[in-house]
T-cell receptor, first 108, second 117 residues
Framework: LAKTTQPISMDSYEGQEVNITCSHNNIATNDYITWYQQFPSQGPRFIIQ???TKVTNEVASLFIPADRKSSTLSLPRVSLSDTAVYYCLVVNDYKLSFGAGTTVTVRA | GAGVSQSPSNKVTEKGKDVELRCDPI?????LYWYRQSLGQGLEFLIY????????KSGLPSDRFSAERTGGSVSTLTIQRTQQEDSAVYLC???????????????FGAGTRLSVL
């Protein structure tokens, strides 16, 4: 699995946009970029997945440049309930592997 | 059911005892996965089921670990002669159909927190 690098932590305030950038320099042609969210004492929850350009759903947007060596997860107008760990993965099969993730803390 | 259900949510056992962890996947999901999540270790793949078959058991850490799935639905992960290093959160996930092409979107349960004393 391609390794990813993302910030260990980020702080934000309610109503702000949070952007988390993930580096995946050795991403392979068949790899998809996938983000999961995890709250304490819960299992990871799928947020968004993309291959190239931009993907948007009701929760977040994912921006992927042409070289696909990085990606940015954008969470619009965060609330306190968005405080969680966010994991960036590059996957081309079923063996998901999470690193330490980015702990996002949203303050009032 | 509405989501992946795991039981028990917490299990405390003594070293050397056997434990069984249960996973009830989302109805209609043919693929089922077990993972282990330890502090500082991230998420570790254990085993993958497609229907009742386990084409990939490569992540099982030792022969003390086994898993089965019956009726294409419920799965049980069994750990025999538990050791303290088995303490972790055991997560189950399921997905619709066979992972193909890009990455599969997996839906996780809340996990079973296993503590081996």
């Amino acid at each position: 699995l391609a390794k990813t690098t993302q910030p260990i932590s980020m702080d934000s305030y309610e109503g702000q946009e949070v952007n988390i950038t993930c580096s995946h320099n050795n991403i392979a042609t068949n790899d998809y970029i996938t983000w999961y969210q995890q709250f304490p004492s819960q299992g990871p929850r799928f947020i968004i997945q993309g291959y190239k350009t931009k993907v948007t759903n009701e929760v977040a947007s994912l921006f992927i440049p042409a070289d696909r060596k990085s990606s940015t997860l954008s969470l619009p107008r965060v609330s306190l309930s968005d405080t969680a760990v966010y994991y960036c993965l590059v996957v081309n099969d079923y063996k998901l592997s999470f690193g330490a993730g980015t702990t996002v803390t949203v303050r009032a | 059911g509405a989501g992946v259900s795991q039981s028990p949510s917490n299990k405390v056992t003594e070293k050397g005892k056997d434990v069984e962890l249960r996973c009830d996947p989302i109805s209609g999901h043919t693929a089922l996965y077990w993972y282990r999540q330890s502090l500082g270790q991230g998420l570790e793949f254990l085993i993958y089921f497609q229907g009742n078959s386990a084409p990939d058991k490569s992540g099982l850490p030792s022969d003390r670990f086994s898993a089965e799935r019956t009726g294409g639905s419920v799965s049980t992960l069994t750990i025999q002669r538990t050791q303290q290093e088995d303490s972790a959160v055991y997560l189950c996930a399921s997905s619709l159909g066979v992972p193909a092409g890009g990455g599969s979107i997996q839906y996780f349960g809340a996990g079973t927190r296993l503590s081996v004393l």
